[in-house]
């Protein structure tokens, strides 16, 4: 169950890796909405990276605080993505998915066992919860590219 829920966060079984999504994305298509009713790719990926964080953070800090919805969720910024902003957030996002995986490997944790803090939530909720977002949102971001001619990368 464990390599099967590390497989489900990386992707690449029925939709694209993460890395593949987001590869040679245009510097200039990164905050692009190419028609109205899609996001960009940059939102997209913020999203993405915002709903991560807090599913991971509300799984293992019983202090943790969710953002106010749904304005926490979604980036405010609309103008240009410069190369430091599009690597902090790629790098945030992998950074959590990663330690959402190392709590899929840690034999310490039951992954079926309520969360102590989690108002009954397990930590196989959570974490089936973020791969789901991801992967919705990984389709997103390929429809977007593919709107703005920028598919593949």
């Not at 939102?43 to 605080?65: A, V």
């Not at 969360?115 to 390929?142: F, K, M, S």
């Not at 590219?145 to 990368?153: H, I, T």
Request: aromatic content about 8%; cysteine-free.
């Amino acid at each position: 169950m464990r390599a099967n829920l590390v497989e489900l966060l990386e992707g690449g079984q029925a939709y694209p890796t993460v890395e593949a999504a987001l590869a040679n994305v245009k510097p200039e298509l990164r905050n692009s909405v190419p028609a109205p009713g899609l996001h960009s790719v940059y939102s997209l990926l913020e999203h993405m990276r915002l709903g991560q964080e807090d599913i991971l953070r509300y799984t293992l800090d019983p202090g943790w605080k969710s953002p106010k919805w749904p304005e926490g969720y979604w980036p405010s910024h609309t103008g240009p993505v410069t190369d430091e902003e599009w690597e902090k957030s790629v790098s945030g996002f992998n950074a959590d998915r990663e330690e959402l995986i190392a709590l899929v490997n840690d034999p310490n944790v039951d992954l079926t066992a309520a969360i102590p803090h989690g108002e009954g939530r397990t930590y196989l909720r959570e974490i089936l919860l973020a791969a789901d977002h991801n992967a919705y949102h990984l389709g997103q971001v390929v429809q977007t590219r593919k709107a703005q001619g920028n598919w593949p990368g």
